[in-house]
């Protein structure tokens, strides 16, 4: 069965920090690219950051250097650090995983960032 299974979402102060964590199962992991997305209320779900197989981070401008994106191929997940959030980063946040035409997504993790 494939499985991505977001964690680490919570309400946080601005200015605060999250790891946010995704394990996959149920396939092969490393040819994958993985993203992230988030979606916040009454908008568009929009990307975040996407990894490679080989490690190489590409970020969106909204988040540009505040998040780092990380894959660990050997335990199969990937991670999400984020730093200076504001109030604008609330969103529920979702795994990707995306090959060839295999595509799958985790059920999110909400993160909210208010004082």
């Known amino acids: 069965q494939v499985q991505l299974v977001e964690s680490g979402g919570g309400l946080v102060q601005p200015g605060g920090s999250l790891r946010l964590s995704c394990v996959a199962s149920g396939f092969t992991f490393t040819p994958f690219t993985m993203r992230w997305y988030r979606q916040a209320p009454g908008k568009e779900r929009e990307l975040v950051a996407t990894?490679?197989?080989?490690?190489?981070?590409t970020n969106t401008d909204p988040v540009k250097g505040r998040v780092t994106m990380s894959r660990d191929n050997a335990k199969n997940m990937v991670y999400l650090q984020m730093n200076s959030l504001k109030p604008e980063d609330t969103a529920v946040y979702f795994c990707?995983?995306?090959?060839?035409?295999?595509?799958?997504w985790g059920q999110g993790t909400q993160v909210t960032v208010s004082s």
């Open positions: 990894i490679t197989p080989g490690g190489v981070t």
């Open positions: 990707n995983a995306r090959w060839l035409t295999f595509e799958y």
